[in-house]
């Protein structure tokens, strides 16, 4: 009896045990969590998927569960889209910011190292937005459904533009595709030369644009996602810094694609230009915007892309958030343009007849170019590179309020709905200006420049003849159609004016007047965590 | 059930009084000597009572003694540091003894991992810390029972919040991102260590009155059966139980406290702030001066209170027939010296072991029941009442009717949306309360199976669930803390957790002749872990809006471990004892072909005091050499599923418009499919020794611990994971150090004992790898924040947490130079804050640690101290750091900053400057208790009162509140209270 007892006791302890083996296959039950293994074909997890990768240029991360994408320090400040704005912007004359901030001094002075936080975040978020695009294009690349494959093209064109950037600021970053696993390897540059590495990419992005230039929506097809006008401003982007960045240069590239944009008929100048900077710039509501990163004081929350720049330039005194309609968390008092930018975007000059700006003429009405939304602070000079914000010359440009003064839709008080332009009508204008002018049609490089002209005067008023376009005069209309929106820095590179003598403002390297920096620093170092963590990783010359 | 005890004990004062009677009639006078059964020598002082009753004598300076005592009795002769003798009477008129040395702890009994082992025979490192060492007046917290008694284990409580928890930390940490906790099996229950949503301590729904024993595995050879659990260290917590044959005993502790703040952080009074104000006209603008009021207003004051409470605990335990009890109830009532913090618990505990078919099945059942009712307020009014405008009064009576006010100062009437929320108001307004209920039960079965002898079969089967659940609500009058547009807001949490075990071992003992003993283990062990809880946020503008940022989030998750262990103990002449563990490990947390892991474990000693050369050696009484060798790991990981790819949703608020609709997005998660389990190899060597009789006894281990496969959140290469960093294994680390526990008894008296312990830790903790690719520039793991710069790392041949910062340079008069510091680099450009200019200043952990403790009894009194030293720890002072001129007026407001600024005079804050990292050596003492036993009240009642001092004394250089800083940076946390408590103790 007993040993029967034990014969039954050892089967039934044998089966206990090995179904509890079995436990350990255990999967998430959790609903916020999906596994891989489940996205499928559905076409709502696909877009969803698609939604994460434009999303990943311009706000933290997915919210109170899923937390930031990066590890780091703050999840709004080191967000693409802001700290590409401060790499974009305080290392040149258009900004210069206040905040003691790690980083931020060594970017406002031109003396940054491979360890600068915000160079870092740019770079690993570009990084990461180039994975969750190539895990995407992986995953939905045999599919045939035409949605799908709409999809998988607008994934494809994020990705270029995240290596557009990398181009841009860094030369020469790490380069994976579909084609690259998940885990822990070492990604490697095209080509451990700087040089050689970027052309080489250079030539893979454009080859991926013209590859998925058909497969985009049409153009205006569904404001915000890219769609065959985005990537044809991409590629003229592209072509109008070939020099640079390969160079070879390509004005004459540059010129095919603006013209596909402006020949489209699709797009004009919003009659007021303010409209491009508030609330109502998205392209539903303004004939302008081609493309941008959408924000929404409800859907797509932070403190980041134009809530920050809204922000960071108001002080309470002298520009005040509450009156631009963000009423929350206001007035952060830091960033303003430098005076030898406010010279070259009213020709003070000129303006002022050789004297000095009234102090009674705080707004620069005396200038009738109406892109001019600026004002005298405290004193147009900045005692020190650490002074408060309430020195310099303050900025307004952007606003949370519709392009009428009236609340926006879907208001918040503490974010604004304002898009952050990436690509607008009046860039295809003026790089088909910079085109012609290098290409030897300064006649019709004219042209384009006096339409935007125009629209900036009211009238014809400011509009120029071909004696007077220079070099000098199309960096300085440049700035004057696009300061703030994170274009300067590329600007004056590609005009020979970031670093070296010929052009230099306030604590520009560190000294009250200026001072000539190094030309290596017309590019980025690859970050430190990154050379440490990847042995496969060559740093940029001079770092 | 009143009335049944009131009936029993007129039965007992009956058959006593009965008894009595009897004894008194036939008594006669016996005389006789007591010796010493080596020397023959007379002992004085020996105690002599006829057994069952409290008559008795002591000897004289002869060990001469004479009672009158009836020819049926008992005689108990006692002395401390010898075995107690009992002797009957029977016709005799001279009684002569000898009483033997005892040799204290020889059959003392340890609990080891599936089983208990005589503490002379243990192998591995193994600490027990009995109800007598005990610190005493710890209300709620268990882990509070043991701070500073056990080398190597440190406990830091995380602050003076009512019912706050503690880390606890064995021999250091042997993890840098996985879980540094110990293992904590309570009566063969391993806990998780988790806590539930409105739980601030998982050890809470123990009440401390219940605990016998706390046992630390703090080796490998001693843990590595609990394998992947084990790394650092396992603590088995026993509760009190009845004994077989013993009566009815009922007992009641009680005890009433008063708490109040030892310190208040230095700051400025209204007048000071206005003075500051006046006198640096360049700093503030003539706007900010309309912004200053006209009050002296000591906000620390306003939120802290002397704290009442009180503490009751009620068991019975006995036995009838085969079945020993204790049951146990308990209240605490514990109010937290911040205003509107509180904690009531209930608790309830059953213990019965009975024995059933003759003696081969024992049972051991326990349950504990916890139901705790906690208010937590709002206790970031601490940080507020530091930096709140002193020239603003608590109440502002302009802005009455006003909605933002509720009657109090808010600067927000004022239009300052950021100001420093009004401290007071932030604790009387903010209702945030939970309930949490516990039950821990299981029931062990221990089966001598027949035919076979030696062997036995044991089966433990036990369950662990916890509920909890809480609200955060504030009202719209309180907009303090909330981002607007919300003015109030409503958040209700729940969360539970589920613990299942199963345990079967058979465990076969067997001696082979003379000089063979086998002792051999082998089971299997199945538990499951599962998490759940919801939280419901919904933010209010005003009554007319409907909820904003509505969110509600839900979470599910467990995971499952599947082991199979084994034990041999062979003994050889009762001198050479060697001991071998493995253990098999399955965790549901890894992927295919990582889900197991063998963690092998032996041991030797030698009880060299058994040997011909020591046994008759009168100076040294006890000596051992342990030697043991093991691997350990660690999978609690902090998340259940890291090896698989899985996307996650965005909330709201983090959509993005696809197709014309604003959709959540999905993020593909990083995750490491290769994750594997960490190692922890260890190395232990030690001395167990007793000298004097015993008189002074200890251990001294020494110990070397090597991590591989470490867990670290790494850097990963851009492009080859989907985040920036990533947890996977990667690093090494070690740990080394010395441990010595020393317990002496100077005086052993028959009126008056002391006994002192003292113990000594040194360890020290390297990391020694931390990247994929091995770069020796790699400056580290940094932490910090955008706002204050990187203040710490974690470097490859550093301690983890060091202080990194730049050198401040000093002017001639010793006093700080702002934002001058040392070019470290030598490259020019800015130096503040910039990493390459900074080097590594000292780090948080202390590298000696010292625990003293002493009792002393004379008569009926006694008096106990416990005290703890702790040298070579450093804190970065992150309240005097976050403190300067510019900083005093905001955005139309004006901050308050401690008065250490006045030391520095910065103008703006310096927050990488290595003049913030303060010398955190300390010395505490801890606890003073005196207490006086009245014996004799009443029959059978044993009466004690008892006063105690907690937190009675802090020595040391550091310059904020306490020392003593859980993670090693200050930011204001809720103050320790120094507590008064008056103990009463009744026993039946």
Known sequence: MNKKILILGIVLSALIVNSCVKDLNVVSKDPNTILSGNLGDSAVYRAEALGKIYASFIISGQGSIGGDDIASSDGNFFTTTRALWNLQE?????????WGDVGIADLNTQTWSAQNPFLTAVYQRLGLSVTYANLFIGQTKASTDPTIVRYNAEARFLRALAYTWDLDLFGNPPFTTEADGVGKFFPKQMDPSVTVGRTKLFNYVVSELHAIESKLGAPKFSYPEADQASCWMLLARLYLNAQVWTGTAKFDSCKIYCDKVINSGLYSLAPNYRQNFSADNDGKHNPEMIFAWEQDGTNTEGYVGTTFIIESSSDGTYINAPDLGLTSNTNWNGNRARLQFLNSAIDTLATYGGSPIPAADIYFSQCKDKRIYMRLKKSENIPSPSSSGDYGIGVFKFTAKNSDGSQAANYNTAYASTDFPVFRYADALLMRAESFHRLGDDASAVNDINVVRTRAYGNASGNITTAQLTDQFLLNERGREFYYEAQRRTDLVRFGKFTDGSYNWQWKGGTFAGVNTDKHLNLFPIPGDEVSANPNIHQNPGY | MKFEIVKMKAIWFFLFALLTLSVTAQERSISGKVTDATTNEGLIGVTVLIQGTYTGTVTDVDGKFSIKAAPGANLVFSFIGYQT???????QTTLNVSLKTEVKGLDEVVVIGYGTVKKSDATGAVSTVSTKDFNNGVMTSAQDLIVGKSAGVVITTAGGAPGSGATIRIRGGSSLNASNDPLIIIDGVPLDNNNVAGSANFLSFVNPNDIETFTVLKDASSTAIYGSRASNGVILITTKSGKLGTPLKISYNGNASIGEAIKYVDVYSGDQVRQIAFSHPGLYSADSYTKLGSYNTNWQKEIFRPAFSHDHNLSLSGATKNLPY??????????????????????GAV???????????????????????????????????????????????????????????????????????????????????????RVVANIQADYKIPYITGLHANLNLATDNTHGTGHNNRPVTSPSVLTAPLNGQLDNYKGNNYNNLLDFYLNYVKE?????????TAGYSWQHFARNGNDYKRGIVDATHAYQKVDSTFFTTENYLVSFFGRVNYTFMNKYLLTATIRDDGSSRFAKGNKWGLFPSAAFAWKIKEESFLKNNSVISDLKLRLGYGVTGQQDIGNDYPAQANYIKSQAGSLYEIGGLYLPTLRPNAYDPNIKWESTTTYNGALDFGFLKDRITGSLDVYYRVTDNLLNTVTV????????????????????????????VPISKKDMNLTLGFNFTYNRTEVTKLLISNDPTYIG???????????QVTRVGEAPYSFFVNKQVYNANGNPVEGLYVDLSGKGGTVSGNNADKYIYKNPTPNYLMGLSARFNYKKFDLSASARTNLGGYVYNGVASGASLDQMYQIGYWKNMPTSLSATNFVSRQFTSDYYVQNASFFKLDNVSAGYNFDNVCEHFKFRLSLTVQNALTITKYKGIDPEVPGGVDNNFYPRPRTFMLGVSINY
């Open chain 1, 90 to 98: 305080i290392t040149t004359d258009e900004a210069i910011c206040a």
């Open chain 2, 717 to 744: 290469p851009t492009g080859s994971n989907f985040s920036n960093t990533l947890l996977t294994n990667v690093g090494s680390l070690n740990n080394r150090g010395v441990e010595l526990n020393l317990n002496l």
């Open chain 2, 85 to 91: 003798q009992t002797v009957a009477v029977g016709q």
């Open chain 2, 512 to 520: 082979l002749g003379q000089n063979h003993k086998i002792d051999a």
């Open chain 2, 326 to 347: 204790r049951v146990s109830i308990g209240f605490t009532d514990q109010n937290g010296i911040l205003k509107n913090t509180e904690m009531q618990r209930f608790t």
């Open chain 2, 781 to 791: 793991i940094l932490y910090g924040s955008a706002f204050t710069g990187t203040n």
């Open chain 2, 351 to 437: 213990n019965l072991n009975p024995t059933l078919l003759d003696g081969t099945l024992k049972l051991n059942i326990n349950a504990k029941g916890m139901n705790t009712n906690q208010n937590f307020s709002d206790q970031g009014a601490v940080g507020s009442a530091i930096s709140m405008d002193p020239t603003q009064p608590v109440y502002d009576p302009s802005t009455l009717g006003q909605t933002k006010s509720a009657g109090y100062f808010q600067w927000s009437n004022y239009g300052a949306n950021l100001g420093t929320a009004n401290p007071l108001e932030q604790l009387m307004m903010d209702d945030n309360k939970s309930t949490v209920n």
